[in-house]
């Protein structure tokens, strides 16, 4: 069996270091790694649309900033297809098929669909589009018989969703779909890295995300007002590292290189941490770190960014071509899927 990766992200905003820690930096070692035969990169319009529908335009807008970012990061055209979800309609038609293989009670029951219809406020009024996007997403993965699914934990969940619909699937018509299976950080720090001010999840509409693309400036304005242990008040008491979020950021980020570079009376981050937590460690000693370790780490990206940037037409060619490669590929599984359910009623035609 091929080894085949489908990712992407919902262009609703730029990208910012918790996706870049939660599975961008991965898919890059991936691509790069030599160990995969197709890699599909997808930016998800038609899912960002089901709780954005009343504002294409932002949706449109941030097609072109989400590829600016996987192109800064390393993503490339020629080793990864990067495409648009909307322009492969085959995608909604499997979809469509799928959505007899779910329950509606077991797509209420999704814990990610749950917390983000808490977050988005949508208990009363929940739009159908929004509801069944597990189902559009396990369209997205199949279409593509992609096998390796690199996400965040929060993700977990579709995943699994994904996978109960291909073993349905498989069971009802034979065995036509290939059943995913998820590719976590190997750093637990980037399963999920809190926000800015200590809530559970860096989201860009809680406002509280530093961005892959922002100055040196908002950088360090970010992280020298960053949330840290409130019961650490003086330098002397001591301190919380576990959800501390510039501690949990360091381990995301940090090396020992960087010790040696930026903060040499520690060896490394288990030595800073040590002192934090018996007292006598300032929290401003660790946030000059934490902005010098993103600053070095952030910078190049930056700067290929703002270069890819003086040319937004090739940008969208290159979508375009990613595109219609992946229309194609998605076409083979969907042939593959009617002549299963037996709704092929024209492919002999001749």
């Not at 159908?128 to 690199?150: E, H, M, R, W």
């Not at 001010?197 to 509280?208: E, Q, T, V």
Request: neutral net charge; charged residues 25%; proline residues 5%.
């Amino acid at each position: 069996m091929k080894n085949i990766i489908l990712t992407g992200d919902r262009p609703t905003g730029r990208l910012h270091i918790g996706h870049y820690v939660g599975s961008l930096r991965r898919r890059v070692e991936l691509q790069n790694s030599g160990n995969f035969d197709k890699i599909y990169i997808m930016i998800a319009d038609a899912q960002a649309l089901t709780d954005n529908f009343d504002n294409p335009d932002k949706v449109r807008a941030n097609i072109t900033e989400v590829a600016l970012d996987y192109l800064a990061c390393g993503l490339d055209p020629a080793k990864s297809t990067l495409f648009v979800q909307s322009h492969v309609a085959e995608l909604t038609e499997l979809a469509f098929y799928y959505m007899n293989l779910v329950t509606l009670a077991r797509l209420e029951r999704n814990p990610t669909v749950k917390a983000e219809i808490k977050q988005k406020n949508f208990e009363l009024s929940i739009p159908t589009g929004f509801l069944t996007y597990p189902i559009s997403q396990a369209a997205d993965i199949t279409a593509f018989k992609a096998n390796v699914v690199p996400v965040g934990d929060d993700q977990l969940p579709m995943i699994e969703q994904a996978r109960e619909i291909v073993r349905s699937f498989n069971g009802l018509y034979g065995e036509t779909l290939v059943e995913p299976k998820a590719v976590l950080p190997s750093n637990k720090a980037c399963l999920r890295l809190p926000g800015t001010d200590g809530k559970a999840k860096m989201s860009k509409s809680l406002g509280n995300c530093i961005y892959l693309s922002d100055s040196p400036e908002e950088i360090k304005r970010k992280v020298m007002s960053m949330y840290t242990d409130p019961n650490h008040i003086k330098v002397t008491d001591p301190g919380n590292t576990s959800e501390n979020p510039t501690f949990l950021y360091l381990e995301a980020f940090s090396t020992e290189e960087h010790f040696a570079k930026y903060l040499p009376e520690y060896a490394n981050l288990n030595e800073l941490k040590a002192h934090y937590e018996r007292g006598g460690l300032g929290d401003m000693k660790v946030k000059k770190l934490l902005n010098a370790v993103l600053q070095e780490t952030l910078e190049p990206i930056r700067l290929r960014r703002e270069e890819l940037a003086k040319d937004i037409p090739a940008i969208w060619d290159m979508l375009y071509k990613g595109s219609e490669k992946a229309k194609a590929a998605a076409a083979e599984t969907l042939a593959e899927v009617k002549k299963a359910m037996k709704i092929d009623y024209f492919a002999n035609r001749q």
